[in-house]
């Protein structure tokens, strides 16, 4: 069974730019998370989509959108890069929202911003 | 790969002998926990998680101990294996939406 997949592995984009991230969950599993991981810090949520709804949004600027398709993958959107918008960008997928389920991860996308 | 946590606490054990990892946790509330473990380069990999009704939790090689007066959540890992070596984060839970995580710690095997 394919686990979380994420796209593009790594990107460099510069300072300005706008950057789409994209993750397809596990089969079956209706819920994405978005996280940002700062190197030497744990991940921080961004978004939760459940059934195509954001249920949740943590501690991000509006430069920081997302979206979630029928067949349930995500796109995550970050216009106006910063440097400090450099980071691992990691997809989680649960079957459900909320708490209380396990989530599993994606292995990243590393946003390098210049 | 990527390195991930290059100033975090660094645990060192001999392989062979038992790993404590220690999580301090923030919110009173959060009644759900998971372990991770995070390989260079890779995302972080499930390893064991623990609701707020238990005090105790045991799957293969790892427990994880839950005290909800303190706050404090540890991951123990038996007979410790240099695939063991990486970083390991505890995640909190509310019932809400989202998890958060605390700022980990390196687990060093010494051959």
């Known amino acids: 069974d394919a686990g979380v997949t994420q796209s593009p592995t790594h990107l460099i984009k510069t300072r300005g730019q706008h950057v789409t991230l994209r993750c397809s969950p596990i089969?079956?599993?209706?819920?994405v998370s978005w996280y940002q991981q700062v190197l030497g810090q744990g991940p921080q949520f961004i978004f939760q989509?459940?059934?195509?709804?954001?249920?949740g949004r943590g501690n991000f600027p509006d430069r920081f959108s997302a979206r979630q398709f029928p067949n349930y993958s995500s796109e995550l959107n970050v216009n106006a890069l910063l440097l400090g918008d450099s980071a691992l960008y990691l997809c989680?997928?649960?079957?459900?929202?909320?708490?209380?389920?396990?989530?599993?991860f994606g292995p990243g996308t590393r946003l390098t911003v210049t | 790969g990527e390195s991930v946590g290059l100033h975090l606490p660094t645990l060192s054990v001999q392989e062979g002998d038992n790993s404590i990892i220690n999580c301090a946790y923030s919110?009173?509330?959060?009644?759900?926990f998971i372990w991770y473990k995070q390989e260079s380069g890779k995302g972080p990999q499930f390893i064991i998680d623990?609701?707020?009704?238990?005090d105790k939790r045991q799957g293969q090689r790892v427990t994880v101990l839950l005290n909800k007066t303190v706050k404090h959540l540890s991951l123990q890992i038996a007979a410790t294996q240099p695939g063991d070596s990486a970083v390991y984060f505890c995640?909190?839970?509310?019932?809400?939406?989202?998890?958060?995580f605390g700022t980990g710690t390196r687990l060093k095997v010494l051959a």
């Open positions: 989680a997928s649960s079957d459900l929202a909320g708490g209380h389920y396990e989530q599993y």
């Open positions: 089969s079956g599993h209706k819920s």
């Open positions: 989509y459940y059934e195509k709804e954001e249920r």
């Open positions: 919110n009173s509330a959060s009644d759900y």
């Open positions: 623990i609701r707020s009704n238990m």
């Open positions: 995640a909190e839970n509310s019932g809400t939406y989202k998890y958060i």
